[in-house]
């Protein structure tokens, strides 16, 4: 189910026309650098620090886009959105900040961070269960009933720029320091981030082959790249990597994909939770399993460094639930 | 007891040469903004954040400088620091880098990450006891029985020199963003990183007020202040802080510090943790308790935030063990 086709894609300007909405308001987060990192992968990378993003991951970035363009009708009746979490909060975040109504749909097993964060920006929370309900329907039946306009969460154009910000400042930053990616790996759920990313490096970075990294039993990119057409998940939850478990890759976002992403590496719970405490020891930053995913491909040599020039790897979000960093770095 | 007097305090000509020596080696620390701090403390605030340094800490800044600038002969007989860890670790990993041998004496309560964090840079690692022995005994008969050299944890001035560097980073990067700091709030130990930064911020920005944050029982800064003296702490551990409790501020460091600290916030071992959890939570930077010192002076209101100007926090370290970190967040 998409609200679009595949030929309303966003380009590369509706990327730099997002960064202009989101200028002083999403934060220019940094490009880290490890030597730790470096040594133990044998190359030079570079960490895009998505977990330090206004509301703890990049998703605010698409929703901020997103509803600033809603006209002054839709605003005052309001948004619906569906998430896991991350993308949850971002709508949240972004309709405080435009005085916009917001209900929120999510998995009733979802972190309770990000019910947390989705209360205490004021917005409706609705819990479903993963298993017996649709989260579309119930969405599409709040919009109904409300007039409220829904905010998916990565198959719209203006979320996919939106999300295109955190490629463009990483190929602006690279470009500053006289570098060049030779590699990007980043996570991908319903591939809105990388699809964004994408149209960043078409733009600025030819060069740079990007990867996506998924977890086990949810790799619906890896086997639609492999097949050519939209490939779904057979398993709806059960993976620690909450924030990617979409059932299959969106029309407009693997449109985009399709035509630029060179490969995937799917990586197992446990690569993620080792990864978030190679995080946690050594590059002391937090970040939630799903959100590590892309290190964990590296890591574990799922996805290889760049041969030539950086390696970027995106880490995505950090929105995690005590219990479950505790048990990710041993405690 | 120092090797020195306040008549060889380094000067802001030493954290330029400094920053020289680190150019490629030390991690460029990002200043990072946060909406939730920023609405939270009713001011805008950018922090430093040195976790992200190698090896975990500031702590490298100094040790590179200072080892750096040792003689072949100093170098080949190697050098002895004692530390609570993270001016171990920074030791470690400079001798590492340099190719000098290393012994390190540390207080056998010690955080594991930080003891394990020697071990791995290859460094030699000697325990003591920190209620019944002196670490300045153990580390000069070391250097007596062996000729190697000693490398003070805060009393040195290419210790200070290279602390500095940290912030000169702050400044500059302020300056490029058309920005100046009202407030620097930063944790004390023995006072070698304020010292540097209040370097820098007498060169380039000597508008800017500083401010130290120590935790209870290990106030010798805010007490030394209020009378002008060397006042030492009665306490010898027992604080969550492990990285602040230096028994008093140095010759050198005090030096410099008592012309320019504007005054000390005094934090109990529950607001630092608070300051930890809020670090998990809000900033997803991994900060050990003596490392969000600062940060809990300013979230407790110990210290004010800037009246104009932005409010510089620096965090200066993240090497905390699994089962702390887990207790400060709620797990």
Redesign the interface.
Known sequence: MSLFTAADAPTFDDVLSAADRLDGLA?RT?L?????LDARIGAQVLLK?E??Q?T?SFKFRGAYNALSRLGDEARRRGVVAFSSGNHAQGVAEAAKLLDIPATIVMPSDAPE?KKAGVIARGAELKLYDRETESREALAWQLCEESGRTLIPSFDHPHIIAGQGTCGLEVFQELSGRGLKAGRLVCCVGGGGLIGGINLAAEALSPETETFGAEPEGFDDHARSLASGELETNERKGGSVCDALLSPAPGELTFAINKRRLSGVGVVSDDEAMDAVRFA????????EPGGAAALAAVLSGRVEPAASGVTVIVLTG?NVD??V??RA???
């Open positions: 934060v940094p880290i650098s490890s030597p730790t620090a977990p330090l206004r703890g961070i946690f020891e050594h590059l002391k930053i937090v970040v950090g005590p219990g960093f505790a770095i041993g405690a």
